[in-house]
Nanobody, 123 residues
């Protein structure tokens, strides 16, 4: 079992930045891909980004490419999401996810989910 705890959400004005963190605990000795999904009110949960264990492979949704950057520190079992040039449409609950093996854009393939952290971008 892996437990994921997100932090760093909040309220920011459009054009601003936030940095989300996700700390993993439990069975973290295995190689896990980690990533982020988000869900806005009244909308389906959507893929944002994933990063594979080595950190050398990442994949971003088109909607965040060039604005968001994912990174990980395996020594700290932590993944980060730096979000720049935020837009009101980025407003959502952001969920940290993990799965064994390589990352994927499909939510159903992720075994572990955090509780979510709210990101609100005002216009």
């Amino acid at each position: 079992q892996v437990q994921l705890v997100e932090s760093g959400g909040g309220l920011v004005q459009a054009g601003g930045s936030l940095r989300l963190s996700c700390a993993a605990s439990g069975r973290t000795s295995s190689n896990y891909a980690m990533g982020w999904f988000r869900q806005a009110p009244g909308k389906e949960r959507e893929f944002v980004v994933f990063i594979n264990w080595s950190g050398g492979s990442t994949y971003y949704a088109d909607s965040v490419k060039g604005r968001f950057t994912i990174s990980r520190d395996n020594a700290k079992n932590t993944v980060y999401l730096q979000m720049n040039s935020l837009k009101p449409e980025d407003t959502a609950v952001y969920y940290c996810v993990a799965k064994s093996g390589v990352g994927h854009v499909g939510a159903a393939l992720y075994d572990y989910w955090g509780q979510g952290t709210q990101v609100t971008v005002s216009s």
